[in-house]
């Protein structure tokens, strides 16, 4: 997945500043929310995936209209919070599927990574920057052509890779039934830390660094940082912001229920005296 990176950092050389440095702080803010407390605010984090996926089903599947779009996002945000339990297993399980699938995926990317993004660095303008409009239709080249390209790696990988990449969507997809508490400590840590190194990327494009190289070049130092920033958001997740427990019924009339039933011992009155 890492030449795909590549080929968007040279395109994204030309974008528009405004495109980098607000986009790079939001995911930044975002995602050390995510890191360290997502767990806490589980409820308003499955909103807004359920509306982020049903916004992107409804405009890239069903149609390429804002309607269906804002419809299915208004449906994917009900069905969230309906099967909030559901929701966590299958996040995690895409997500352990498309780290699986980028590891896997990388030997073929090499072969197809020549004709990559053609397209989307050829606008520019004479500054240097594009202006708004061209970063929005370079933007929309570099998402046709990362589509295309996944699709062509995805045909081009044996069968057994791709039972591997099912196999291990369904073991996490199983654990975030079981071990709910865990797993999305684990979703929102991981997330957190895609969004934090996606947001650092975008801000350092800005300022016209390389970081996706640096990153291609030091792939095992940045894949162990990577996994330790996941861990430790996991762990720091599970110990200071675990689940909240379901309060117990306290009323009066369980009150009065426990009185009845509870001892079976006669109530002291002036009678038994």
């Not at 980028?102 to 090499?110: D, K």
């Not at 594009?130 to 062509?152: N, P």
């Not at 081009?156 to 709910?180: E, N």
């Not at 030091?218 to 909240?244: D, K, N, R």
Request: net charge positive.
């Amino acid at each position: 997945m890492l030449e795909i990176a590549r080929h968007f950092e040279q395109a994204a050389l030309g974008f528009n500043a405004m495109v980098l440095i607000w986009p790079g702080l939001a995911a930044v803010l975002l995602g050390l929310f995510l890191w360290l407390g997502g767990i806490r605010f589980r409820k308003i984090l499955l909103a807004v995936i359920g509306a982020a996926g049903g916004f992107a089903c409804g405009y890239f599947v069903i149609g390429r209209t804002l309607v269906s779009a804002a419809v299915c996002g208004l449906i994917g945000t009900v069905l969230a919070r309906v099967f909030a339990k559901a929701v966590i297993a299958l996040l995690a399980a895409v997500l352990a599927a498309c780290i699986t699938f980028g590891f896997l995926a990388r030997p073929y990317i090499e072969e197809v990574g020549d004709s990559l993004l053609t397209s989307s660095i050829a606008i520019q303008d004479n500054t240097g920057r594009s202006t708004m409009g061209q970063t929005v239709e370079k933007l929309w080249a570099c998402g046709y052509d990362f589509d295309v390209t996944i699709r062509q790696v995805y045909c081009m990988m044996p069968l057994y890779q791709k039972a591997v990449i099912v196999a291990v969507a369904a073991v996490v997809m199983a654990g975030g039934f079981f071990l709910r508490r865990f797993v999305s400590a684990l979703c929102c840590a991981s997330l957190g830390t895609i969004l934090v190194f996606g947001g650092m990327i975008l801000l350092l494009l800005f300022k016209g660094a390389k970081p996706l190289t640096w990153i291609t070049a030091g792939a095992p130092f940045y894949a162990a940082v990577f996994v330790a920033m996941t861990t430790f958001g996991t762990l720091e997740q599970l110990f200071i912001c675990p689940l909240s427990a379901e309060k117990p019924v306290t009323n009066k009339k369980a009150g009065k229920n426990k009185n009845k039933q509870g001892d079976g011992e006669p109530k002291s009155n002036w009678r038994n005296k």
